[in-house]
């Protein structure tokens, strides 16, 4: 039996896990992010290939706990084309909404893959607390060769986005 606190370890509360939703229909997923909003619900995100016969195509899902602790369907946030993965997964206290950060080899207004060259975008996307998700942005237009983003939120100044070997302000909220 697990138990956690809420109140830094003066009174213990029995904790129930239940498996988060990953991957629809046995496809193959990778890289989970797990993050927490500010009254203990749990998201999820990672990237799934399309299918066995698609490894050239994956996307971003993401899945939120509703009140009960129940796992709500998987949400597709990459927007269905190109080879989207590495997804980071923040709760934003500012906004009051999760913001969902992966790297693409998809460059703006093409699809689906680029081969030659591999250039890569960080794009994010912003998801209101009730699983509403906004259209895809590039997170730096005009920056290319960027991946593997990971976010972090800064007292006083909003997200943080880290990517390859740099640092930095993302204006997502």
Not at 8 to 30: D, F, H, Y
Not at 65 to 75: K, M, R, S, T
Not at 122 to 133: H, N, T
């Amino acid at each position: 039996m697990k138990k956690k606190s809420r109140d830094w370890g003066k009174t213990m509360q029995k904790m129930i896990l239940e498996a988060a939703p990953i991957s629809r229909s046995g496809n193959i997923a990778l890289y989970p992010t797990l993050a927490m909003n500010n009254i203990g619900r749990l998201g999820i995100a990672w990237y799934e290939y399309g299918s066995p016969h698609e490894p050239d195509r994956s996307d971003v899902w993401l899945s939120l706990q509703d009140a009960g602790g129940a796992w709500a369907e998987p949400v597709n946030v990459s927007g269905g084309v190109s080879y989207n993965n590495g997804p980071s997964l923040i709760w934003a206290h500012r906004g009051g909404n999760w913001c969902c950060a992966w790297h693409s080899w998809r460059p703006p207004g093409k699809e689906p893959f680029i081969v030659d060259g591999d250039v890569t975008n960080i794009w994010f996307c912003v998801v209101s607390s009730d699983g509403v998700v906004q259209s895809p942005l590039q997170a730096l237009p005009g920056v290319s060769n960027t991946d593997y983003a990971s976010l972090a939120g800064v007292p006083g100044e909003g997200l943080q986005l880290l990517y390859h070997d740099r640092l930095q302000h993302l204006q997502c909220l």
